[in-house]
């Protein structure tokens, strides 16, 4: 497993320069940013201030030198983060991010003037420069990123809240360019929704590891009770949440080789996010359920879905990279009387520990248990999710258009009693009407990727943006638009 999720965003820092402006400003630019960037845990990666005048990039020897240091430290750098004290040597700066090759996100930032400093002597002009800059990056096919405003000071809360935005942005497209997902399993044969294709991830840098599920079976099985690591896993377990006094330790013992044979596959196969056939194989084949095991990865930042939802698995990943917080995969399952805006989103016990708030129940599946017999079916983590803001997010894969599409956006889960068992999430969303219309009329499946915390314009810009995805952000910003014309 890679640590992308875990590790220190690192951003490379160009401060652009016009000679005949006044070279001042640009010290206090890069001092500031800086300091903005390693309060935000962000590593820099920059030339010394003396390499250059004034420590900027103003000509094009100074594109060179940046772009070769760049280059050095290409395997290090996610992103760029281009700031203008003054107007801008845009030809500079274009040709540095041309010749650096870095094919990264890039933050663009102008710094503003002030009104009683507009002489020929002190005047920045980086509301322009910003325009020439983005005109040569889009002759250029650079995409990038804007700041919250169009011009704003880099000492200000709101460029550090734009540079928290942009190194979660940086970290998403890293993580989701380089991820292995683990498929374990067949999909069950009436699940058709969860059908996907490999093809098309590979072609966005997503690689698929499978693995059937008896060799995960055989493998739990043949986990000795002497096993240190087992010691440690049934430990875990019976932290985890309040287990019922009627489950036996056999039950509890069957689970913890079951997590720890998946646990071990997915480091060995160096995996970021997973997908298990949960139903119903490995409860008539080894006696357990598989939700506690996913819910416990989850927790520790190793998204895993269920019914072997791997499109599910990698929305849950792009939510864990954007968030840095632990997702869950949930239907969207029943409505909430007749209030509009609200739904209920369910799923058997797989959510992380976070998500409920207060420690879980984990017993047994109670729908495939009442079928089975429940003692097959010991461990589903239960409980209702607490209320707070959210963020979902579906990728799915659209062989006919020859893509991969998503749809984001924000709500909120609520505190409105549902008396159903298992994991529930009431849910508030605007104009959720809209929303479920989209999702049918679009082929999305029923599975949907939540995060605690309002995080849809990192998800947005990241894929969209980056990843070049078609995606839909629900109640996202209204984006000015070419009208062209009939032909």
């Known amino acids: 497993m890679t640590d992308q999720k875990l590790k220190p965003v ?21 001092d500031e940013t800086v300091a903005q960037m390693e309060k935000l845990g962000i590593v820099v990666r920059t030339l010394p201030f003396e390499a250059t005048v004034n420590g900027a990039v103003q000509g094009m020897e100074d594109a060179k030198l940046y772009a070769d240091f760049f280059k050095q430290h290409r395997d290090e750098i996610n992103g760029l983060v281009i700031c203008l004290p003054n107007f801008g040597d845009e030809i500079a700066v274009a040709e540095l991010v041309n010749r650096a090759k870095l094919d990264v996100p890039i933050l663009l930032q102008a710094s503003n003037d002030e009104v009683d400093k507009v002489d020929v002597h002190s005047r920045r002009d980086a509301f322009c420069g910003k325009l020439s800059v983005a005109n040569n990056f889009y002759q250029y096919s650079v995409p990038f990123t804007e700041t919250t405003s169009h011009t704003c000071d880099t000492h200000g809360a709101a460029f550090g809240q734009d540079l928290d935005r942009f190194a979660r942005t940086c970290r998403t497209v890293q993580g989701l360019r380089n991820a292995r997902l683990g498929a374990i399993g067949a999909r069950t044969a009436p699940f058709q929704t969860m059908r996907y294709s490999e093809k098309l991830l590979q072609d966005g840098g997503v690689t698929v590891v499978t693995a059937d599920l008896s060799e995960l079976i055989a493998a739990a099985g043949a986990i000795e009770e002497s096993d240190g690591d087992l010691q440690g896993k049934l430990a875990a377990i019976q932290a985890y949440g309040t ?39 490995l409860q008539d084949n080894f006696g357990c359920a598989t939700c506690l095991t996913m819910s416990m990865m989850g927790e520790e930042l190793m998204p895993s879905a269920c019914e072997v939802d791997v499109m599910g698995a990698l929305s849950m990943y792009t939510l864990t ?48 248990g009442e079928t089975i017999g429940r003692t097959k079916c010991f461990g589903a983590v239960k409980g209702k999710v607490q209320p707070g803001d959210m963020t979902f997010f579906r990728l799915s894969s659209d062989d006919r258009a020859g893509t991969l599409k998503a749809y984001t956006g924000q709500g ?49 810009e990241a894929a969209m943006r980056y990843l070049r995805w078609p995606l839909y952000h629900h109640d996202g910003p209204i984006v000015p638009t070419m009208a062209w014309p009939g032909r």
């Open 412 to 460: 909120a889960f609520t505190d409105d009693p549902f008396p159903m068992d298992g994991g529930i999430a009431v849910t508030h969303v605007n104009r959720l009407r809209e929303l479920m219309a989209f999702v049918t009329q679009n082929g999305f499946e029923h599975h949907v990727a939540m995060v605690r915390g309002h995080h849809a314009d990192v998800v947005a």
């Open 243 to 281: 287990i019922p006094a009627h489950i036996t330790k056999d039950q509890i013992l069957k689970q913890a080789k079951w997590s720890l044979a998946v646990n071990r596959w997915i480091a060995e196969n160096e995996c970021d996010a997973s997908a298990i056939q949960c139903w119903r194989s």
């Open 10 to 30: 690192t951003l490379g820092l160009v401060i652009g320069s016009r000679a005949f402006f006044n070279g001042a400003p640009c010290k206090a630019a890069r």
């Open 321 to 368: 990279l954007a968030a840095g917080a632990p997702s869950a995969i949930l239907d969207w399952n029943n409505n909430y009387a007749d209030e509009v805006d609200k739904c209920v989103c369910t799923h058997c016990g797989n959510y992380p520990k976070q998500f409920i708030g207060d420690t879980p129940e984990v017993s047994e599946l109670d729908v495939l």
